[in-house]
C-alpha cells in the first residue's frame, strides 16, 4: 500500500506548482488578498491546501476552499485525503448541501460556494477559518461572486478585518484563466501569482454537422459519437475526452457508442497496432462517486479510455492522459426566461472562450487534437465570445434575501464583481415582498429570518413554512425534500420499455387518491419509506433508488432545521378547518401563487403572473389529458421546448389563491427601489 501512496506523493512533485511551493506560501502570508491563477490541471486546487497546512496555517483555524460544483467538491476532497494519508471526513473533508462529510478534526475542507455563502449568516467574520479560498472564480457562479463582494466588504479594510476575530483571515482568490487584472483591481489591487504552465499546441478542426439553424434539434449526440468512433479507429493512442450537456444525453451517447465500438474489427481498422478496445466511462454531476474513481484511473494496456462528460471537464476536474477533445458545442445553463418569468435550465452553445478552455484540456502533456461537430459559421454566428456571468442571467431571490440577513441593506450598491441589471435585483425584491420575507420598506421580517434558514427555493420554503404552521409538516417535508433531488422517476430511452414505465408512473399517481402531482411525490416517498425492501420497490415501479434515498436524508435534514426554528419563542401558529387534501393544495398556494395559471381554450393555460404565457400540461404529469376537468392549476416548475410545459402540477380552487394573487401586481417596484437604495 505504502508504494501506492508514494507514487502518488511523486506524482504531485511533477505538478507545475509544486516549484512555487515556497514562494507562494510566503505570498499567503505576506497579503490578506491573493489572486492565484495557472493553467488548469497545474494542481492549484489539490496542491495548495495541502500545502498550506503543512506550512502551519491550520494551528488558528481552518482551511476553506469553495467550489461552484458539488462533484468537485467531493472528488477532489477524496483525492487530497488520499495524498495526505487520511480518512475522508477526519483532516480532510467536505461539505455540500444535504452532504456534510466533516467532523471536529476536520481542518482542510471543501465545499460548495453555497454552503461557504451559509456559514457567513450564521457568522460574518467567519471565525473558524484562518484561510478561505475562493477556487474556480472564473466560473463566475453566482455565490462566488456574492462571496468575493462579501469578503471584500470585510476584510479589504484593515481596521474592520479583525472585529470579532482573534488573528487576521487570509483570502486566497484562483482562476484559471482571464481577467485577473479585473479580480485584483476589484481586490483592492491585491498581488497576482501566476503559476507558470506548461502547455502544448492543440489544433483545432471545425466540422460540418451543427449550423447556426441547428440550434433546438439533438443531433449533435449521433455525431458527436461518430467522430468518437472516427478517432478511436484513425488516431494514435491517446485518450478521448467528449464535452455534452447532461446525463440522459450523456448515458444516450454512451450506450451508442458502447454498440458501435463493439463491432470494430481491431485486425484492420485502427490505426495503432496495439489498441485492443475502448474504455466508455460517463461522467456527470449526480453520478454515484465511486464510479467517479474510474474516471482518473489509466486505462489498462491496449485499451483507449473515451470519457463523456458535462462541463464539469473543462476545468473543475482534471482528467491525465487526454489527447483527443471532442466538442458538442453546447453546454446546459440556468438562464432567466423572460418569457415566462422563471430560471429554466437550457441548452445553449458555449462561449468561444469555454471552447478554448474545452480545447485546451487536449494539451496537458503533449500536443493534442480537438474536433468541433459545428462550423465555422456556428461558431462565428452562434457563440458570444465569452460566457455572462451567473448573476446576470438568473434569479436574485435567495441570493438578496441572503444579503438583506447580513444586514447589507442596499443591495442595489452591494460591490458586485460585475453588476446585475436594476430589473433583477427589483424582480428580487418584489419576489420577497410577495413571499412576506421582507416589508415595504425592504427591512427582513421575521418570516423573511426564518425563510433564509432553508437551502430551498424560497416559494418551496415559503409552502414549508405555511405547513408547519398549521402543523401539518409531514405533508410538505416530504415534498420538498422530492423536488430537492435529482428526477426520481426513470425515463428509459428505449420506447417499448417508457412505456412501461408510464404505465407504472401512472398507477403510483392513482394510487396517491388525487390528480395531484405533489401529492404523487408524497405517496411515493411514504410507499417506499415504509416498504420492507425498498431498493426492490424502486425497481419494481421505475424509480431511482439512488435519488429516493438522497430524497430520505434531505427530508430529515429538513426537517431537523424546521425543529430548530419551532422551539423559537415566536415560530407562526395557525389552524384550519377542512379536509387534508384542501390543506396540502392550500399550503402550496402559499408559495406558488406565483406560478397560477387559469384555463383559457381547449388544453391551454395562461398564467396569472403578469406575463399571461401560455402554458400546456406535461404529458408526465398526472392532469395531463385532463385538462378539460380544470380551470385553476399550479405548478412547481416548467419545461421550455416550442411550447410551455408546467411540471408536477395540481389543481386549485380560486378562492384559495383570490387573496394572494392582487400581491402580484401591487407592489410599487419604485417604492422597493428607492427604498433598496437608501
Ligand atoms: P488545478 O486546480 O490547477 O486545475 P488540480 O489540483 O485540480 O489542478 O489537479 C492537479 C492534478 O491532480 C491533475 O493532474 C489531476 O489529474 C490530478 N487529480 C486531481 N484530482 C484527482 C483524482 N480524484 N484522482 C486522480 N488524480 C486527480
Ligand atoms: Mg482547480
Known sequence: KSTRLDSKENESKKLPIYLHKATLIQAVTDNTFLVVTGETGSGKTTQLPKYLYQAGFCKDGKIGITQP?????????QRVAQEMQCTLGKE????????????QSTVV???????????????????????VILDEVHERSLNTDILLGLLKKRFSNPAKATKGRSFPLKVVVMSATLETDKLSAFLGDCPVFVIPGRTFPVTCAFGFAVGPKDLESTGYIKEVVKVALEVHTSEMAGDILVFLTGQSEIERACDLLYEKA??????????DQTM???LILPLYGSMPTDQQKQIFQPPPAGIRKCVVATNIAATSLTIDGVK???DSGFVKQLNH?????????EVVPISKSEAQQRAGRAGRTSAGKCFRIYTKEFWEKSMPEYTVPEIQRTSLTAVILTLKCLGVHDVIRFPYPDCPEERFILEALKQLYQFDAIDRRGRVTKLGELMVEFPLHPGLTRALLKAASLGCQDLLLPVAAMLSVENIFIRPGHPEKQKEADQNHRALAAKSGSMNDFAT?????????????????????WIHWRALKSAFSVETQLREILLRLQQKRDFPVETFEGNKSELFRRCLCTGYFTNVARRSVGKVFCTMDGHGSMVHVHPSSSLFDQEDKLNWILFHDVLVTSRVYVRTACPIRYEWVKDLLPKLHEVDVYELSSVARE
Open 69 to 77: 460544483r458539488r462533484v468537485a467538491a467531493i472528488t477532489v476532497a
Open 92 to 103: 480532510v473533508g467536505y461539505q455540500v448541501r444535504f452532504d456534510d462529510c466533516t467532523s
Open 109 to 131: 475542507k471543501y465545499m460548495t460556494d453555497g454552503c461557504l455563502l451559509r456559514e457567513i449568516l450564521a457568522d460574518a467574520v467567519l471565525p473558524q477559518y484562518s484561510v
Open 262 to 271: 463493439e463491432s470494430i474489427d481491431y485486425r484492420y481498422d485502427v490505426q
Open 276 to 278: 485492443e478496445g475502448l
Open 324 to 326: 483527443y477533445i471532442i
Open 337 to 345: 426566461n423572460s418569457r415566462v418569468g422563471m430560471d429554466i435550465l
Open 521 to 541: 411525490l408524497l405517496s411515493v416517498f411514504q410507499s417506499c419509506k415504509s416498504s420492507d425492501r425498498p431498493s426492490a420497490w424502486c425497481k419494481d415501479n
